[in-house]
């Protein structure tokens, strides 16, 4: 019976140690760390008393709650093939994971992965990210050679740095129209969108991946900033990808670029290899071309409306120097009627060239669509009609008063004032209006000042003049 149970017992180990035998057991290395918590990972276990829930973000935050509703928080980084997380909150209630090392690792045993800061299996909430993570079988070097042209191979850090060091300008197909992005070799990048806006930014090589952030705007390119920090960068054939959605650049020198990663030619497929690199170029080519005609509008833009700005101006000029120039006229008539004799016989009237004199502000800003416009016009001899902007208005006798409504849009607009005498002499005057957009006045509130003053603190010297000080204080605020 002993005998019996003896070799129960061994067959007993033996499968034991055989399942422990199958069970595929690895540790996590830094780019495999970088791969699971890149766009955030959730998982829960069972812990001394209750079950643990952890949130970890592709921010770098980390979050934690239990089924008894205690919550914690801190901060998450890879430390080579170690992960490590801060806690930061709160004081109580996590002891045991305050008392044990910021570091720790993760490993695949099985189907599982193990967290050895516990240590336990951990249930992912999305078990599919552990297909990314178990290592590839190693390929005879042939066929790797051949997926270099039909599959997707990450590049590593040193490829990465390589191909990034020596500076690359590459496009990208955004949301609406593609974008050239500029990485310099000293760690800085700009990014250009056909319409002149820009982003800029710092990157640099952890592990495998490309890193950069975002230091520029955040109106316009919230997609942008919406993806992870760090990304791999993959080559299928001659064409690179950014990210794990493989998403398509091209360089705008592909040649020199792909030279820093990729061995000549093999001289047996010429043909085919200068084709794609002249259709490649051909593309970027006319992507180039398409730029620099927007540019060139947008140049154009600036400058007609630099043109139409000093029409404006001279338009102004002009109306100056001839307000002057009528005045002088007037000044050098009454001079002339001074000095000469009277006529012993009345002379003919002498044909009237003097045109009408127009008065009105040079210029008005306002807030409303519409605007009324009031001035006078005289005439030395008989003022027949005045105009505002081709519009005939109604004038007193006495002195030629007039008004008119005149409706104007946001921005600058030129009111045209013409004056007519009896002789067809005419006059022209330029009102220029500013019409800005009509903001609400903010309405404040009432504000509240606490002003503290205290001459006695426990571990200072005694004060002589911090409560009199806190009241001068106190009675300007209220005062004044």
Sequence with gaps: MKTIIGLLFSSFVILLSAASVNAETYQLNEKQLQTL???????????????????????????????ASDEAWGKWWIDGDRFCNSLDGPDRGWSKLRE??????????????????????????????????????????????RSLDTEFVALSGGEIRALFAGGISFAWDGKDSAVIFTYRDNGKWTVAKPGGDENWGTWEIRGDQHCRSVDGPEIGWRGMRSRPTCNPVFRKGRQLFYGETHESIRPLDAATVLA?????????????????????SEALAREQAIFRQQAELER???????????????????????????????????????????????????????????????????RSE????????????????????????????????????????????????????????????IVLVTRQRDIPPVEFGRFHALVIGNNN?????????????????AKILTEQ
Excluded at 261 to 280: C, D, G, L, N
Aim: proline share 6%; hydrophobic share 35%; with cysteine.
């Design 300 to 366: 154009q833009r600036i400058e007609a409306q630099k043109r139409e700005l000093e029409m404006m101006r001279l338009a102004l000029e002009k109306e100056r120097l001839q307000q002057e120039q009528l005045a002088l006229q007037r000044q050098q008539q009454a001079l002339q009627a001074a000095v000469t004799p009277p006529a012993t016989a009345p002379a003919a009237p002498s044909a009237d060239t003097a045109p009408p004199e127009i008065r009105a502000e040079a210029a008005l800003e306002t």
């Design 37 to 67: 918590f890149a766009h955030g990972l959730a998982f829960s276990f069972d812990g001394r008393n209750s079950r643990l829930n952890f949130r970890f973000k592709s921010d770098g935050k980390w979050y934690a709650d239990t089924s």
């Design 100 to 145: 044990q090392d910021d570091c720790a690792t993760f490993s695949i045993i099985g189907d599982n992965l193990n967290w050895s800061k516990f240590p336990k299996n951990v249930d992912l909430d999305d078990r599919s990210v552990l297909v990314r993570l178990k290592p590839e079988p190693a390929q005879p070097v042939q066929t790797a050679t």
């Design 260 to 280: 820093r990663i990729m061995p000549a030619e093999p001289p047996t497929v010429p043909v085919q290899t200068a084709t794609v690199s002249s259709a490649s």
């Design 457 to 473: 603190y426990d571990t200072l010297p005694k004060l002589n003049t911090a409560v009199s000080d806190a009241r001068a204080v």
């Design 370 to 429: 519409s605007l009324t416009i009031s001035g006078t016009a005289s005439d030395d001899r008989k003022l027949t009609r005045v105009e505002v902007e081709g519009r005939e208005v109604a004038f007193r006798g006495r002195d030629g008063g007039f008004t008119a409504n005149v409706t104007v849009q946001i921005g600058q607009n030129r009111i045209r004032i013409a004056a007519f005498d009896a002789e067809g002499n005419k006059s022209e005057h």
